[in-house]
Nanobody
Framework: VQLQASGGGLVQAGGSLRLSCAASGRTFISFIMGWFRQAPGKEREFVAGINRSGGNSAYADSVKGRFTLSGDTGKNTVSLQMNSLKPEDTAVYYC????????????????????WGQGTQVTVSS
């Protein structure tokens, strides 16, 4: 599976950006996709995740109400709409993709994902 992320860039605080991620190759029938981010000097953290049907989604508390994750299962793509951006949202954002291996899975855990994109920079200026 290959992941191609797009979007990101530089925006002023309060602005919006949209990240997209497309999975290709030997994709799975049952899968999850999500976004994690890593700011300089910090550990990678969960941002948002969703399963293929869209019936299960999760967001980090820090982005709830500002970020919206949507998926196009037919195209194996997800998009993260980021509104009301804050300087603390500045980070490298990583797309992730994983096969659902059991009925119990955690969208928030990095170990749930098997493949990772190359990362895209999001910079929010104050």
């Amino acid at each position: 599976v290959q992941l191609q992320a797009s979007g990101g860039g530089l925006v002023q605080a309060g602005g919006s950006l949209r990240l997209s991620c497309a999975a290709s190759g030997r994709t799975f029938i049952s899968f999850i996709m999500g976004w994690f981010r890593q700011a300089p000097g910090k550990e990678r953290e969960f941002v948002a995740g969703i399963n293929r049907s869209g019936g299960n989604s999760a967001y980090a508390d820090s982005v709830k109400g500002r970020f919206t994750l949507s998926g196009d299962t037919g195209k194996n793509t997800v998009s993260l709409q980021m509104n009301s951006l804050k300087p603390e949202d500045t980070a490298v954002y990583y797309c992730a993709y994983g096969r659902i291996k059991s009925v119990i899975y955690d969208l928030r855990t990095a170990d749930s994902y098997d493949y990772w994109g190359q990362g895209t920079q999001v910079t929010v200026s104050s």
